[in-house]
């Protein structure tokens, strides 16, 4: 039976308590902790969980009945938490983004080899039919090389979104929606295309004038024979969010679809419906997976505990992957300038001093509430 700690109880929490309490045959929750017991006590409450309660981290993870963690506190609290986690001989799963900068990533990854334990970073949209169905397809051939990548990370937030206490600002938060909300497709997107080369990017604060950080950015990604654009947003109103890979020989995107084309010999393109009935056979001959979402990660980091493997889909050094992206798109919007990868430590936006240092404050933060009276989460497009 693992034994699990929750650090961190505010609505995230709720997706990992909830998929932790269906392996009951696996784990149990044995404490939650959260500076405000009272939120903490309010979920072990929801969940009826027969559970510690403490407001006091350092406490929490001195115990020696805990072997797994999940850190779902603010953006800014994850490396020093998950890196004592660690050191406290606890594998941990921490909710995105996984730092805010690749300095605090190195830090967690080190600490993470040097005790032999797992850190695995939140990407739950990995676990997902729709995105294992594209990748799988993609890594078939049939689609050929990918020649242009589409991502539309549309999400839309109301002003007071930025009331909360810690969001809005680059020293808690650590940025905007390119950070706190396109991560999800970005990650998806590295997963399948890899790293870029070079990053071009633009970003400005549109709508929240309560709020330092972005609320929108457009970004080109170059690699040696491709380009992917990225767009990642709280302003648009719908929430549709996609991924399209053009290749070589047909069309795939999440949502599902995919088309092919022929050329005439004018060049002039009919449809090419053998490689499309292909490429649709192939995809409904994948398997829907077991469980999905946070349910499918936590799965997943429960398995590799119980086998000893400690072999996990998303790492540590996948999350700093998908942060990279980020950082580089930060850098060049603030610069001006196209950034190369892999970022170097001489990067201005490589470390959390550097950042702070040069992001730009396009407003000051205005609100600083500690809770909302209710914290429903709506939740719009393909990715639950």
């Known amino acids: 039976m693992i034994r699990v700690a929750v650090i961190g109880t505010g609505a995230i929490s709720d997706a990992h308590i909830g998929a932790y309490s269906q392996f009951a045959d696996r784990c149990r929750i044995v404490a939650l902790c959260d500076i ?80 032999g334990k797992i850190l695995s970073v939140v990407s739950q949209n990995r676990f997902g039919d729709a995105a294992m169905k594209l990748k799988r397809v993609l890594e078939s ?138 490429i649709e056979a192939f995809a409904s001959g994948i398997p829907p997976l077991r469980h999905v979402g946070h349910k499918g990660q936590i799965d997943d980091v429960l398995t590799a505990i119980e086998s000893g493997t400690g072999r996990v889909l998303v790492t540590g050094h996948e999350g700093r992957k998908t942060l990279e992206i980020i950082n580089a798109i930060y850098e060049s919007a603030a610069t001006g300038a196209t950034v190369s990868l892999p970022l170097r430590p001489d990067s201005p936006f490589f470390t959390r001093d550097g950042i702070l240092a040069h992001a730009p404050r396009f407003y000051p933060k205005k609100n600083a509430i500690a809770a909302f009276g209710s914290n429903e989460i709506s939740i719009s497009g393909e990715q639950k």
Request: aromatic share 8%; glycine share 6%; charged share 20%.
């Open 141 to 278: 051939g049939l689609v050929g090389r990918i020649l242009h990548a589409q991502v539309d990370s549309f999400w839309w937030r109301g002003y007071s979104y930025y009331d909360i206490w810690w969001r809005g600002t680059w020293e808690k938060e650590g940025g905007g929606c390119t950070l706190n909300h396109a991560v999800h497709h970005i990650d998806l997107f590295q997963w399948m295309m890899g790293m870029p080369d070079q990053v071009t990017a633009v970003m400005r604060n549109t709508a929240h004038d309560n709020a330092e950080v972005e609320d929108l950015s457009v970004a080109i990604l170059s690699y040696p024979r491709a380009i992917a654009q990225v767009t990642s947003s709280v302003v648009h109103h719908g929430q549709e969010q996609q991924l399209v890979f053009q290749g070589e020989k047909a069309r795939v995107s999440m949502p599902w679809r995919a088309t092919a084309s022929l050329a005439q010999e004018n060049g002039f393109p009919v449809v090419h419906a053998e490689l499309e009935r292909e």
């Open 36 to 115: 405000a017991s009272e939120k903490a006590e309010e979920k072990k409450r929801k969940f009826a969980l027969d559970c510690a309660v403490t407001g006091d981290c350092h406490e929490l993870l001195s115990r020696g009945d805990i072997d797994l963690v999940s850190v779902c506190t603010p953006p800014f609290t994850h490396a020093e938490i998950a890196i004592n986690a660690l050191r406290a001989g606890k594998h941990v799963l921490v909710e995105k983004p996984m730092a805010s900068s690749l300095a605090e990533c190195d830090r967690m990854n080190e600490a993470a080899a040097a005790s």
